[in-house]
């Protein structure tokens, strides 16, 4: 048996109508700066700072998160939060990750330079060891990173023996001990 299928036919008027509501309704809405967004630290110890806009401290668990309002991540962010802004201002090699792209387009950062399990797979996937250790140095460069490396290695259970050694090399962390620590798997 074969398959079937059903379209629809859209007039090019009725089709122009509806991108123009699409669009006109998400350049219309503008950023609620109230709504809690998720921050992940990708450290392995306790992370902290000072809440501009309120009263008291936030505090963040070894690789854990927190639910913080887009309005403090901004007042955080302008007022030079290393941890969010990272080693150049821009979100490239922060401590703490903004996982709501509103977010993260709001404060101006690029979101495909801080670190991700991605970038760690994409990592890996370089043939070229020479290659592989030369890109590693560029992304992953805090202490942070060098322990969610890691980590990463650990989680997504990669298994290039050169490249795992450099890793543990570059970073002082030996693969054994981080998940011994972490009890993870």
């Known amino acids: 048996m074969g398959r079937t299928t059903t379209t629809k036919k859209v007039s090019e008027e009725n089709l122009n109508e509806t991108v123009g509501a699409k669009v006109a309704q998400e350049v219309e809405q503008p950023l609620n700066l109230e709504k809690q967004v998720t921050v992940r630290s990708i450290a392995g110890w306790t992370t902290g700072f000072a809440r501009m806009l309120t009263v008291g401290d936030v505090t963040i668990p070894s690789r854990g998160s927190i639910r913080l309002s887009r309005n403090e991540i901004i007042s955080q962010v302008h007022n030079n939060n290393n941890l969010f802004n990272g080693t150049d201002g821009y979100g490239s090699h922060a401590t703490l990750i903004i996982e709501d792209s509103q977010t993260i387009d709001e404060v101006g950062f690029k979101a ?6 991605k970038m760690v797979v994409d990592l890996f996937n370089i043939r070229n060891q020479n290659e592989f250790e030369d890109e590693l140095k560029k992304k992953i460069v805090t202490r942070a990173e060098k322990y969610a490396l890691m980590i990463s290695i650990i989680k997504q259970q990669l298994n290039d023996f050169s490249k795992i050694r450099f890793c543990e090399s570059y970073t002082g962390y030996k693969l054994d001990k ?7 798997r």
């Open 178 to 184: 981080v998940e011994q620590d972490e009890n993870i």
């Open 112 to 117: 495909e330079s801080q670190f991700s399990d």
